[in-house]
């Protein structure tokens, strides 16, 4: 911190006030205050605290947010998250909650999601160096991945699980 110069500076976590979301931004303004920042929580309503996290301004200097994925593909994490499309500036709609933009990493986005020439092996190296370039510029810090541990007998048959849809029960059966 003393080399950054923002010691003792004064932040502002905003989150919502829902109780996973509270203790993990009172723990999290705990490490903050233990690196030498004067921070403090300001939890939201959980209505509107995303809106509110979007809206550049509301000059929201660190959120704390969890995003999942309705599909497995790293542009609904990158792209999403940090295109320049998805910046919408004073808006209570803009995904892009850092305004990040940057013109070559947008490029190999649009690249990587549009070329049908590349191999899917070519496309993975192709989001492995776009990762690797936002995360130099680090305008998100991802802090938790979630996992999922579903455990079924042998007997239940068609079973699937989806992120977006969970487990469909009208789908399964037991034999």
Same mark, same amino acid.
């Given at each position: 911190?003393?080399?950054?110069?923002?010691?003792?500076?004064?932040?502002?976590?905003?989150?919502?006030?829902?109780? +996973?979301?509270?203790?993990?931004?009172?723990?999290?303004? *705990?490490?903050?205050?233990? +690196?030498?920042?004067?921070?403090?929580?300001?939890?939201?309503?959980?209505?509107?605290?995303?809106?509110?996290?979007?809206?550049?301004?509301?000059?929201?200097? %660190?959120?704390? =947010?969890?995003?999942?994925? /309705?599909?497995?593909?790293?542009?609904?994490?990158? /792209?999403?998250?940090?295109?320049?499309?998805?910046?919408?500036?004073?808006?209570?709609?803009?995904?892009? +909650?850092?305004?990040?933009?940057?013109?070559? %990493?947008?490029?190999?986005? *649009?690249?990587? =999601?549009?070329?049908?020439?590349?191999?899917?092996?070519?496309?993975?190296?192709?989001?492995?160096?776009?990762?690797?370039?936002?995360?130099?510029?680090?305008? +998100?810090?991802?802090?938790?991945? =979630? /996992?999922?541990? %579903? %455990?079924?007998?042998?007997?239940?048959?068609?079973?699937?699980?989806?992120?977006?849809? =969970?487990?469909?029960?009208?789908?399964?059966?037991?034999?």
């Amino acid at each position: 911190m003393r080399e950054s110069g923002t010691a003792g500076q004064h932040v502002t976590l905003v989150t919502a006030n829902t109780s +996973i979301d509270y203790a993990m931004g009172t723990w999290l303004r *705990d490490m903050l205050q233990n +690196i030498g920042y004067q921070a403090t929580l300001r939890p939201l309503s959980s209505s509107m605290a995303f809106n509110y996290m979007q809206n550049s301004g509301n000059h929201v200097q %660190i959120a704390l =947010k969890d995003w999942s994925a /309705d599909y497995p593909s790293p542009s609904n994490f990158l /792209d999403d998250l940090l295109g320049c499309e998805n910046f919408h500036p004073n808006s209570d709609s803009s995904i892009n +909650i850092p305004g990040f933009c940057d013109k070559r %990493i947008q490029a190999l986005m *649009d690249r990587a =999601k549009t070329d049908v020439s590349l191999t899917p092996h070519q496309t993975d190296e192709l989001w492995r160096e776009v990762d690797h370039l936002v995360m130099e510029q680090a305008p +998100i810090a991802p802090a938790i991945e =979630k /996992d999922d541990v %579903i %455990i079924t007998s042998p007997r239940l048959k068609n079973f699937f699980y989806t992120q977006v849809n =969970k487990l469909f029960f009208s789908q399964v059966w037991l034999q």
